[in-house]
């Protein structure tokens, strides 16, 4: 519906790189997709959602992630994915790597 008002819609979807599932195997298809990132597991991690009661808040991913952006054709004018994104996502991936001794301390290598 958006698409055909002309109005400008846009969703950024952030899900574990499950690629055999259905969810996956329809964002990928999806005629709004205008960017699709994978994350290798060992190059991100995430907050905990119990992280205020850790010790250690982050902590390795143990998925790929993917991550998709989808937007009306409005929305791609209005806000341009351009190639700088990208790096610019795994970079913010990244920074929630847990530390050397963080990991040492979960039982994994950094």
Request: hydrophobic share 40%.
């Amino acid at each position: 519906a958006a698409e055909d008002t002309g109005d400008p819609l846009a969703f950024c979807f952030v899900q574990p790189g499950w690629t055999e599932r259905e969810a996956w195997t329809s964002l990928s298809k999806s005629a709004f997709l205008r960017l699709r990132v994978v994350v290798a597991a060992a190059d991100h991690g995430f907050c905990d959602g119990a992280s205020h009661q850790r010790q250690d808040p982050f902590r390795t991913s143990p998925y790929d992630t993917g991550v998709f952006v989808l937007q009306t054709s409005a929305a791609a004018t209005k806000w341009p994915v351009g190639e700088a994104l990208e790096p610019e996502l795994r970079a913010a991936f990244a920074q929630c790597l847990p530390s050397q001794a963080a990991a040492k301390r979960q039982g994994r290598a950094a």
